[in-house]
Protein backbone atom coordinates (compact mmCIF):
# COMPACT_ATOMS: atom_id res chain seq x y z
CA UNK A 1 0.00 0.00 0.00
CA UNK A 2 1.09 3.22 -0.53
CA UNK A 3 3.13 5.26 2.56
CA UNK A 4 0.50 7.72 3.14
CA UNK A 5 -2.62 5.34 3.84
CA UNK A 6 -2.25 3.75 7.45
CA UNK A 7 -2.34 0.13 7.58
CA UNK A 8 -5.36 -2.15 7.50
CA UNK A 9 -5.67 -5.67 7.57
CA UNK A 10 -8.63 -7.99 6.36
CA UNK A 11 -9.33 -11.55 5.94
CA UNK A 12 -10.56 -13.13 2.84
CA UNK A 13 -13.02 -16.18 2.02
CA UNK A 14 -13.50 -17.63 -1.38
CA UNK A 15 -16.90 -18.48 -2.23
CA UNK A 16 -16.78 -19.53 -5.59
CA UNK A 17 -13.90 -20.15 -7.77
CA UNK A 18 -16.06 -19.95 -10.69
CA UNK A 19 -17.19 -17.68 -11.33
CA UNK A 20 -14.35 -16.40 -8.96
CA UNK A 21 -16.79 -14.58 -5.75
CA UNK A 22 -14.58 -13.52 -2.45
CA UNK A 23 -16.03 -12.29 0.50
CA UNK A 24 -13.97 -10.15 2.73
CA UNK A 25 -15.04 -8.80 6.24
CA UNK A 26 -13.81 -5.26 7.41
CA UNK A 27 -12.65 -4.14 4.23
CA UNK A 28 -13.20 -0.51 5.54
CA UNK A 29 -12.53 0.59 8.98
CA UNK A 30 -15.17 2.38 11.00
CA UNK A 31 -14.13 5.65 11.17
CA UNK A 32 -14.04 5.60 6.85
CA UNK A 33 -17.45 4.65 6.85
CA UNK A 34 -17.95 7.53 8.54
CA UNK A 35 -16.01 9.60 6.45
CA UNK A 36 -17.93 8.23 3.29
CA UNK A 37 -21.66 9.23 4.74
CA UNK A 38 -19.82 12.54 5.91
CA UNK A 39 -19.19 13.20 2.35
CA UNK A 40 -21.52 12.07 0.28
CA UNK A 41 -24.41 13.53 2.65
CA UNK A 42 -27.09 15.75 0.75
CA UNK A 43 -25.26 14.97 -2.39
CA UNK A 44 -27.48 11.86 -3.57
CA UNK A 45 -29.38 11.67 -6.70
CA UNK A 46 -31.68 9.09 -8.29
CA UNK A 47 -30.19 5.84 -9.25
CA UNK A 48 -29.91 5.89 -13.27
CA UNK A 49 -29.39 2.65 -15.51
CA UNK A 50 -27.76 2.79 -18.90
CA UNK A 51 -29.57 1.23 -22.18
CA UNK A 52 -28.01 -0.38 -24.86
CA UNK A 53 -26.81 2.77 -26.46
CA UNK A 54 -25.37 3.79 -23.37
CA UNK A 55 -27.80 6.86 -22.79
CA UNK A 56 -28.37 6.79 -18.92
CA UNK A 57 -32.45 7.15 -17.53
CA UNK A 58 -34.50 6.50 -14.64
CA UNK A 59 -36.05 2.67 -14.04
CA UNK A 60 -38.61 1.52 -11.96
CA UNK A 61 -36.05 -1.92 -11.87
CA UNK A 62 -33.59 0.62 -10.18
CA UNK A 63 -35.13 2.49 -6.84
CA UNK A 64 -32.12 3.40 -5.01
CA UNK A 65 -30.51 6.93 -4.82
CA UNK A 66 -26.70 7.06 -5.87
CA UNK A 67 -23.83 9.77 -5.84
CA UNK A 68 -20.32 9.26 -7.19
CA UNK A 69 -17.57 10.63 -4.74
CA UNK A 70 -15.13 13.17 -5.05
CA UNK A 71 -11.55 11.55 -4.28
CA UNK A 72 -9.60 12.60 -1.29
CA UNK A 73 -6.94 11.12 0.60
CA UNK A 74 -9.33 8.73 2.17
CA UNK A 75 -11.58 7.51 -0.85
CA UNK A 76 -7.63 7.29 -2.46
CA UNK A 77 -6.84 5.35 0.06
CA UNK A 78 -10.01 2.99 -0.18
CA UNK A 79 -9.25 2.94 -3.85
CA UNK A 80 -5.60 1.87 -3.68
CA UNK A 81 -6.81 -1.11 -0.79
CA UNK A 82 -9.41 -1.98 -4.02
CA UNK A 83 -6.60 -2.30 -6.80
CA UNK A 84 -3.48 -3.99 -4.47
CA UNK A 85 -6.43 -6.77 -3.98
CA UNK A 86 -6.77 -7.45 -7.62
CA UNK A 87 -2.81 -7.52 -7.76
CA UNK A 88 -0.57 -4.85 -7.58
CA UNK A 89 0.56 -4.19 -11.03
CA UNK A 90 -3.66 -3.15 -11.63
CA UNK A 91 -3.41 0.36 -12.45
CA UNK A 92 -5.46 3.24 -11.22
CA UNK A 93 -6.90 4.57 -14.35
CA UNK A 94 -8.98 1.23 -14.61
CA UNK A 95 -10.80 2.45 -11.61
CA UNK A 96 -14.29 4.40 -12.10
CA UNK A 97 -15.18 6.81 -9.51
CA UNK A 98 -16.58 5.15 -6.62
CA UNK A 99 -20.12 5.05 -6.22
CA UNK A 100 -22.31 5.44 -3.11
CA UNK A 101 -26.01 3.26 -3.20
CA UNK A 102 -28.49 4.33 -1.02
CA UNK A 103 -31.43 2.19 -0.03
CA UNK A 104 -34.20 2.94 1.76
CA UNK A 105 -37.84 1.54 2.95
CA UNK A 106 -38.85 -0.27 -0.18
CA UNK A 107 -35.82 0.21 -2.44
CA UNK A 108 -34.25 -1.86 -4.56
CA UNK A 109 -32.41 -2.63 -7.48
CA UNK A 110 -33.74 -5.53 -9.70
CA UNK A 111 -31.65 -8.90 -11.16
CA UNK A 112 -28.97 -7.23 -13.52
CA UNK A 113 -25.70 -7.56 -14.11
CA UNK A 114 -22.55 -4.73 -13.85
CA UNK A 115 -20.91 -5.57 -17.18
CA UNK A 116 -22.72 -4.05 -20.14
CA UNK A 117 -24.58 -6.15 -22.82
CA UNK A 118 -24.52 -2.98 -25.61
CA UNK A 119 -20.96 -1.77 -27.06
CA UNK A 120 -21.72 1.70 -26.58
CA UNK A 121 -20.59 1.29 -22.73
CA UNK A 122 -17.66 -0.86 -23.55
CA UNK A 123 -15.30 1.57 -25.97
CA UNK A 124 -11.74 1.60 -25.91
CA UNK A 125 -11.88 5.44 -23.98
CA UNK A 126 -14.34 3.66 -21.25
CA UNK A 127 -11.64 1.22 -20.36
CA UNK A 128 -13.73 -1.68 -22.30
CA UNK A 129 -16.66 -3.30 -20.09
CA UNK A 130 -16.13 -4.38 -16.02
CA UNK A 131 -13.91 -7.21 -15.39
CA UNK A 132 -14.43 -6.58 -11.94
CA UNK A 133 -16.76 -5.20 -8.92
CA UNK A 134 -16.58 -5.10 -5.21
CA UNK A 135 -19.90 -4.09 -2.85
CA UNK A 136 -19.34 -3.07 -0.30
CA UNK A 137 -21.63 -2.38 2.78
CA UNK A 138 -20.60 1.21 3.96
CA UNK A 139 -23.61 1.43 6.72
CA UNK A 140 -26.55 -0.49 8.30
CA UNK A 141 -28.75 0.87 10.09
CA UNK A 142 -29.54 -1.92 13.74
CA UNK A 143 -32.83 -1.74 12.63
CA UNK A 144 -32.41 -3.24 8.80
CA UNK A 145 -34.88 -6.19 7.36
CA UNK A 146 -33.91 -7.05 4.05
CA UNK A 147 -31.74 -5.05 1.58
CA UNK A 148 -29.36 -8.39 1.20
CA UNK A 149 -27.54 -8.65 -2.05
CA UNK A 150 -28.72 -11.68 -3.67
CA UNK A 151 -27.05 -14.04 -6.82
CA UNK A 152 -29.60 -16.28 -8.03
CA UNK A 153 -27.40 -18.49 -10.07
CA UNK A 154 -24.90 -19.19 -7.10
CA UNK A 155 -25.20 -22.47 -4.66
CA UNK A 156 -25.19 -20.83 -1.02
CA UNK A 157 -22.57 -22.56 1.05
CA UNK A 158 -23.43 -25.01 3.63
CA UNK A 159 -21.08 -24.40 6.81
CA UNK A 160 -22.96 -22.54 8.96
CA UNK A 161 -19.73 -20.58 10.02
CA UNK A 162 -21.53 -17.97 7.03
CA UNK A 163 -24.74 -17.89 8.49
CA UNK A 164 -23.25 -14.00 9.90
CA UNK A 165 -22.68 -12.70 6.18
CA UNK A 166 -24.79 -14.98 4.67
CA UNK A 167 -29.10 -15.96 4.59
CA UNK A 168 -29.21 -18.68 5.94
CA UNK A 169 -32.76 -19.13 5.82
CA UNK A 170 -32.86 -18.53 2.43
CA UNK A 171 -34.64 -20.74 -0.01
CA UNK A 172 -32.36 -23.26 -2.08
CA UNK A 173 -33.71 -21.40 -5.26
CA UNK A 174 -32.68 -17.71 -3.81
CA UNK A 175 -29.11 -18.92 -4.43
CA UNK A 176 -26.92 -17.02 -2.32
CA UNK A 177 -28.26 -13.58 -0.54
CA UNK A 178 -25.36 -11.80 1.15
CA UNK A 179 -26.54 -9.67 4.50
CA UNK A 180 -25.79 -6.07 4.45
CA UNK A 181 -22.88 -6.57 7.47
CA UNK A 182 -21.00 -3.05 7.88
CA UNK A 183 -17.37 -2.88 7.02
CA UNK A 184 -17.84 -5.94 4.83
CA UNK A 185 -17.32 -6.22 1.16
CA UNK A 186 -18.01 -8.83 -1.80
CA UNK A 187 -15.70 -8.80 -4.44
CA UNK A 188 -16.32 -10.61 -7.85
CA UNK A 189 -15.30 -11.57 -11.46
CA UNK A 190 -17.28 -10.15 -14.37
CA UNK A 191 -16.04 -11.48 -16.91
CA UNK A 192 -14.54 -14.49 -18.23
CA UNK A 193 -11.62 -15.47 -20.55
CA UNK A 194 -13.03 -17.01 -23.82
CA UNK A 195 -9.99 -17.66 -26.60
CA UNK A 196 -11.25 -16.98 -30.27
CA UNK A 197 -8.94 -18.18 -33.04
CA UNK A 198 -5.87 -18.12 -30.37
CA UNK A 199 -6.43 -14.74 -29.07
CA UNK A 200 -7.58 -14.54 -25.49
CA UNK A 201 -10.72 -12.39 -24.93
CA UNK A 202 -13.19 -11.58 -22.43
CA UNK A 203 -17.30 -12.14 -22.34
CA UNK A 204 -19.63 -11.53 -19.67
CA UNK A 205 -20.30 -14.01 -17.67
CA UNK A 206 -24.29 -14.74 -16.75
CA UNK A 207 -23.49 -16.22 -13.58
CA UNK A 208 -22.92 -12.86 -11.90
CA UNK A 209 -26.70 -11.56 -12.03
CA UNK A 210 -27.55 -10.15 -8.39
CA UNK A 211 -30.66 -7.64 -7.32
CA UNK A 212 -30.58 -5.71 -4.43
CA UNK A 213 -33.29 -6.93 -2.18
CA UNK A 214 -36.23 -4.58 -1.07
CA UNK A 215 -35.39 -2.99 2.43
CA UNK A 216 -38.03 -3.87 4.50
CA UNK A 217 -36.91 -1.83 7.34
CA UNK A 218 -34.32 0.69 7.92
CA UNK A 219 -31.82 1.95 5.18
CA UNK A 220 -28.45 0.86 3.88
CA UNK A 221 -25.46 2.57 2.05
CA UNK A 222 -23.41 0.93 -0.28
CA UNK A 223 -20.39 1.01 -2.35
CA UNK A 224 -19.52 0.06 -6.28
CA UNK A 225 -15.58 -0.09 -6.92
CA UNK A 226 -15.89 -1.17 -10.70
CA UNK A 227 -12.37 -2.01 -12.84
CA UNK A 228 -12.26 -2.22 -16.40
CA UNK A 229 -10.28 -4.16 -18.16
CA UNK A 230 -8.60 -1.21 -19.49
CA UNK A 231 -7.80 2.03 -18.98
CA UNK A 232 -10.50 5.31 -18.80
CA UNK A 233 -10.52 7.93 -20.97
CA UNK A 234 -9.33 11.07 -18.43
CA UNK A 235 -12.58 12.55 -18.62
CA UNK A 236 -14.31 9.58 -17.04
CA UNK A 237 -12.15 9.33 -14.00
Known amino acids: SHP?????????????????????????????????QAISAGKFTSSQVADDSGQQHL??????????????NIVRCIEQRALDFQGFDTKRERLEPLQL?????????????????????????????????????????????GGGTQFTLLDAPQDERWCEWINCDAELEDGMVFR??????????????VKRGGKAEYMGDRRTVHAGLPVQRGEKLG??????EGVLDGKYR
Open 223 to 228: MNVWTR
Open 101 to 145: VKYAQQQEYHAHTDWFTGSAQTTPEFGGNRLSSFFVYVHASSDII
Open 180 to 193: PVQGNAVFWRNLVE
Open 59 to 72: ASTRTSQSTSLESD
Open 4 to 36: ECPPHNYTTHILSMSPLVIYIPSFITPSEAQHL
